[in-house]
């Protein structure tokens, strides 16, 4: 399955005082992935995003750890996120954390659950994503399902780019 990649180096700020990446660098390093994602293919969304108008709010998170030690100082970090889950204004993502020289050696997985608002007066509520980090999720769904749900979720929002020439990709 596709992913997105963000590398990362590890600085002794993150690390505890055994060594090894303290836990929640993790989870930092899964909102750094994020971020990178959408100012790279979505940043209009990230103007929506600083307006306070649009809000991707992160309803879990986790990770879990494959090994005893993790990462150390130093060590260069290869995070890949994929889509996992999506329906209209919630979807899932999926995170490996590898050694960016042995990116088949899998140190952790992490999960986020993401919903979309939008401020209405002085009320979030549930809204789709917008049509720009949907089709750039496109790029990153080569499974039939998720790649049906985002189609159908640019239909619903009237994206105006859809058939041939827009955002709707062929199956």
């Known amino acids: 399955m596709p992913t997105f990649q963000y590398q990362h180096t590890v600085s002794f700020q993150e690390t505890s005082l055994v060594g090894n990446v303290y836990f929640s660098n993790y989870l930092l390093w899964q909102g750094h992935c994020r971020e990178m994602f959408l100012g790279e ?4 969304v990230i103007a929506g995003l600083q307006g306070g108008n649009l809000a991707l709010l992160t309803r879990s998170c986790s990770c879990d750890y494959e090994g005893d030690w993790g990462f150390a ?31 088949d050696e899998i140190v952790a ?29 496109l790029q990153f769904a080569d499974d039939e399902a998720l790649r049906s749900a985002l189609n159908d979720a640019l239909d619903f929002i009237g994206d105006g780019q859809s058939g041939a020439e827009g955002s709707r990709v062929a199956r």
């Open 41 to 44: 293919y979505a940043p209009s």
């Open 109 to 137: 997985r992490g999960t986020q659950k993401v919903d979309c608002k939008v401020l209405h007066g002085d009320q979030w509520v549930a809204a789709p994503f917008p049509a720009e980090l949907i089709r750039a999720l």
């Open 73 to 103: 100082a130093l060590d260069e970090v290869l995070i890949s996120m994929r889509l996992e889950e999506f329906r209209g204004g919630r979807m899932a993502l999926g995170f490996t954390y590898a050694r960016a020289d042995s990116p």
